[in-house]
């Protein structure tokens, strides 16, 4: 197993270090977000072990994603444990007591369902949830930073997020100590350290921010935040009419989270659980980004954890969404890196332009309406759906009137050939490369 060469004086004694890990790349859990039931398939084609969604309104995203109804919990658990793939409801926010009703009802819903496990981090619904034998997990929300937090969690939760402010030499010696203490949870085992590993990051602590609220009336801690810090902002003079931008940059917008680099140095440092954020992004995110921690992690323990690997993966992260990465606290750094341009800077766009309005099995042929813009030999394209989930490819045949064609235009009803089933009503997007911002 190799660790990469970065440099970082907190992990000088990590490199001259030999460890033989009793884990392997079946034991590290990759967690995807899901929002829709697109997400979900594509969370499950990138390679997930686990997803994680929110129900109602009692969660961290209720505001900024679609969310998933009690009567949606069914079928979300079939089709996971279909590909064995676990489920875990996100009932993070704090809770009022006008809502513990909604809570236990969501909480019975789990039971009754056999979702996998709740995360949480109000009390009410910690204590609730191990009352009714449903699993719990101590969300980000907690802030849980050093050992005596674990050891307190370890009464109600067997997997616990760290904070994300803290480095990775903190998580080791938390992970050490959970295994030289044996500190377990209600289930017998011993604690499991999760951490995010990519998306976006907040400015504030593990995101417990209150600006939203101060400035619009809308909680970040109610799943509710307006993002105002994701602005840019000038500073004035007060006695004079002088304005500025401080280094032209969003001063309270971190860039997105990127760990791909070292994930050796987290499975090193004891990590079992490596979550992805993104449960309000699209399903290309969600299966490119799963894809590559996935491969990331089995490269590391088959010995295949390379520069090369590396960069062929940080290509691929950089053509879905992101606001530019940094590589968070976990290396020891004191401060934040900010965006330096608004919205995405994904190297990849798609670009809707028709629908799948019959598919024939037996030929892998697919029938399409195109509705806008047009498609040519050579072109890139995504075909999505609930059950499709995310299918990738090259045009390299085109028919219109059963005849062979170079390009079809908007209004033309053509097939294609498609290496995977895909479905009625599936939606079908153009790839274009785009320009990355000079920064």
């Known amino acids: 197993m190799q660790i990469s060469n970065i ?21 590290i859990e990759i967690m995807s977000p899901v929002g829709s039931y697109e997400m979900l398939a594509a969370a499950i084609q990138g390679g997930a072990n686990s997803v994680y969604f ?17 009567e949606d ?48 981090s109000d009390v009410s619904v910690i204590q609730y949830a191990q009352s009714q034998g449903v699993e719990v997990h101590i969300s980000t929300q907690s802030n849980v930073t050093n050992i005596e937090a674990v050891k307190f ?3 109600f939760a067997d997997v616990m997020v760290t904070a994300r402010e803290l480095n990775l030499t903190q998580v080791k010696e938390i992970t050490d100590t959970i295994e030289r203490e044996q500190i377990k949870g209600p289930s017998g085992k011993l604690i499991e350290i999760e951490i995010f590993v990519h998306g976006a990051l907040c400015m504030a602590v593990s995101g417990k921010c209150y600006m939203s609220l101060d400035q619009m009336n809308s909680s970040a801690n109610r799943g509710a935040c ?10 004035k003079d007060k006695e004079s009419d002088i304005k500025f931008e401080i280094d032209q940059e969003y001063i309270m917008s971190p860039e997105d989270l990127k760990t791909v680099d070292f994930v050796d140095k987290m499975l090193y440092a004891g990590v079992r659980v490596l979550k992805v954020e993104g449960r309000g992004r699209n399903p290309e995110y969600v299966k490119t980004v799963t894809q590559v921690y996935r491969e990331a992690v089995n490269a590391y323990f088959a010995g295949e ?75 890139k394209f995504y075909i999505q759906g609930e059950t499709t989930g995310v299918y990738e490819g090259v045009i390299d045949e085109l028919r219109l009137d059963l005849k062979p064609v170079q390009k079809v235009v908007k209004g033309d009803l053509f097939s294609m050939k498609t290496t995977d089933l895909v479905r009625r009503n599936d939606k079908i997007y153009k790839i274009e490369e785009t320009i990355a911002p000079i920064l």
Not at 7 to 22: R, Y
Request: glycine content about 6%.
């Open 226 to 235: 307006l993002q105002p810090c994701r602005r840019k902002y000038e500073v």
């Open 305 to 379: 954890f390379t520069k090369d690997n590396i960069a062929k993966w940080n290509k691929k992260l950089a053509s879905v969404y992101n606001r530019g990465f940094w590589d968070g606290y976990y290396l020891g750094r004191k401060t934040g890196e900010w965006t330096k341009v608004y919205g995405s800077q994904a190297t990849q766009k798609k670009k809707y332009v028709g629908k799948v309005t019959n598919y024939f099995s037996k030929l892998g042929v697919a029938e399409l309406k195109l509705e806008s813009h047009e498609l040519e030999i050579g072109d």
């Open 73 to 120: 919990l069914k079928n979300i658990v079939e089709i996971a444990n279909a590909s064995n793939v676990r489920t875990y409801i996100t009932l993070n926010t704090i809770i009022y007591d006008q809502e513990l009703d909604t809570m236990r009802r969501i909480v019975n819903a789990a039971k009754e369902y056999n979702v996998t496990a709740i995360i949480a």
């Open 153 to 155: 969690y370890a009464h």
């Open 54 to 70: 929110g129900i109602e309104n009692l969660n961290m995203r209720s505001k900024s994603s679609k969310n998933f109804t009690i």
């Open 7 to 27: 440099n970082s004086t907190i992990f000088a004694p990590l490199i001259f270090t030999l460890v033989i890990m009793a884990a392997t790349a079946k034991d």
